[in-house]
C-alpha cells in the first residue's frame, strides 16, 4: 500500500521547484493531485502528463494566482467539483524581492507578504467547509528558516514566513476537534531557481553554515511532506518541521 493512495493533494506552486518536487513524490504514493502555478503553462502541461502518465494517478494543473482572495475560491471549487475532496492542502507558493530595508519599496513588502502569507489564508479558507465536512485533513505550510532566524536583505520575506508560522499554529487550535492538522516546514537552503539567483561566494557561506555540509534537495522537503500528509502523522499538528541539515536548532 502507498502511503498517499486514494488521498486528493492541492499544492500551490507546484510547476517548477519545491512544488514540482512535491508533486512528484506524491504522485509516486499514490495521490491525486491539483496544483497550481502562476505563469508556467508549459511547465505545468509537462507535468501533468508525465505525472499521470508515469503513476497513473489524476493530476491538473490550474494557473490560479494564489494572492488573489477571489481566484484561491474559483481554484478550490473547481477542485472539489473535478476530484470531490482535498485530504491535504499544501500552501507552497512564495517568492522573494529582497532589499535592505532602507530601499525596500512599499510595492516590494505588499508583493512579498501578498503571494506568501495572504495566499495561506485564502487558500485555507476556501479549503475550510470541504475540511470541515470530511472532518479530516492536513494542511502544511511552507515557512523557512528565515522566518525563524531573519535575514539581512529579507525583512519582507522574513516577516511573511514568520507570519505563517503563527496562522499555522492558531489553524491548529481552531481545527483539531474537527479532525484537521496544520504543521509547517522550514526548510534550509534548498537548490531550486529561487536559490540559483545568489552568487558562488553567498552559496558557499550559506553551505559552510550548515552542518551537514551541503544545500538541500526538493526530495528532501518532498519527504517531509509525504509524511504529514499521510496517516503516518495523525497525531502531529501545531508543529514546525526544519528541513534545513542543522542549519536550525
Ligand atoms: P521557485 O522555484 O521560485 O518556484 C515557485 C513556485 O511558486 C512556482 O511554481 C511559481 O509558479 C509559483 N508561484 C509564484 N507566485 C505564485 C502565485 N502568485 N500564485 C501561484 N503560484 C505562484 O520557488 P521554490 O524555491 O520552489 O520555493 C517554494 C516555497 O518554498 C516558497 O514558499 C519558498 O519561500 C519556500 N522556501 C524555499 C527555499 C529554497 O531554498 N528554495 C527555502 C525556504 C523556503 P510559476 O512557475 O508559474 O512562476
Known sequence: MKLLENKTAVITGASRGIGRGIAEKYAAEGCNIAFSFASSVEKAKALEEELSSRYGVKVKGFQSDAADFTSAQTFIDAVVAEFGRIDILINNAGITRDNLLMRMSEEQWDEVMNVNLKSVFNLTKASLRTFLSQKS??????????????????????????????????????????????????????????????????????????????????????????????????????????????MLM
Request: net charge neutral.
Open 137 to 246: 485533513g492536513s494542511i502544511i505550510n511552507m515557512s523557512s528558516v528565515v522566518g525563524v532566524m531573519g535575514n539581512a536583505g529579507q525583512s519582507n520575506y522574513a516577516a511573511s514566513k514568520a507570519g505563517i508560522i503563527g496562522f499555522s499554529k492558531s489553524m491548529a487550535k481552531e481545527l483539531g476537534s474537527r479532525g484537521v492538522r496544520c504543521n509547517v516546514i522550514t526548510p534550509g537552503f534548498i537548490e531550486t531557481e529561487m536559490t540559483a539567483e545568489l552568487g558562488e561566494d553567498a552559496l558557499k557561506k550559506w553551505t559552510d553554515g550548515i552542518p551537514l555540509k551541503r544545500g538541500g534537495t526538493t526530495d528532501d522537503v518532498a519527504n517531509a511532506c509525504v509524511y504529514l500528509g499521510s496517516d503516518m502523522s495523525t497525531y502531529v499538528s501545531g508543529q514546525v518541521l526544519s528541513v534545513c541539515g542543522g
